[in-house]
């Protein structure tokens, strides 16, 4: 059976983000020093780091030192991330206006569907807005309603790793660490974007954030 410390070190380099809404009890055994030790010295024998975001609340593998391998996967990676940008914020927008709040999705934050469901299907603006954000190569809708649209979005950021939904018999989901590494993506991006992908992929590890 494997241990916990185990189970830990194979969902990071699975590619997971872990958090207090995602794996409790794993990131309760991050935030131990000793533990955290532990995993670190296993991930280097890997040319990996334990890296975090949100100032310590988010967890994930990033790559230790970079050759020429690395560096195509990460070019790759930060494309597919860039390319998921734009369909991610108009996401990120439309929820928090049809919300009718100025605060930001964040970690923890609940989103109750059929609440958010019914106020796009009575505003015109809004139903046109999730049409647009639902049929981005990212979710992949082909449905013409909204309860469609609404749905497969809310399953790809399920699948992503954005959102968890708790209670399979209800339509109440979790943001999830992932979002606040989201917005350090967006924030980085912002502030190197003179800078070509792969510098972009490589100033990302240099720095000791992100990818």
Sequence with gaps: MISEQGRILESLLS????????????WRFLKTSGNSDKIE????????????????????????????????????????ISSH???LVEWLLLVQQASGTDVPITQGTAIRL??????????????EQ??????????GSTSVSVDGQIKQVFKRLTDLGYMLRPNQDKQIFIATGKVEYL?????????TESLSLSEQAESAVQQGSLI
Excluded at 114 to 127: K, S
């Design 41 to 80: 010295t296993q991930l280097n024998m890997l040319n990996r780091t334990l890296a975090s975001a949100a100032e310590g609340e988010v967890y994930y593998a990033a790559y230790q030192t970079l050759g020429d391998n690395e560096r195509k996967v990460l070019t790759g990676q930060f494309q597919d």
């Design 114 to 127: 059929a609440e958010i469901q019914l106020t796009i299907e009575d505003t015109p603006a809004f139903a």
């Design 85 to 87: 940008l734009v369909p």
């Design 130 to 139: 999730l049409a647009k954000i639902s049929h981005y190569k990212l979710f």
């Design 15 to 26: 590619g997971a983000f872990i958090c207090q809404v995602s794996d409790e009890d794993a």
């Design 183 to 191: 917005y350090e993506v967006i924030k980085f991006i912002d502030e």
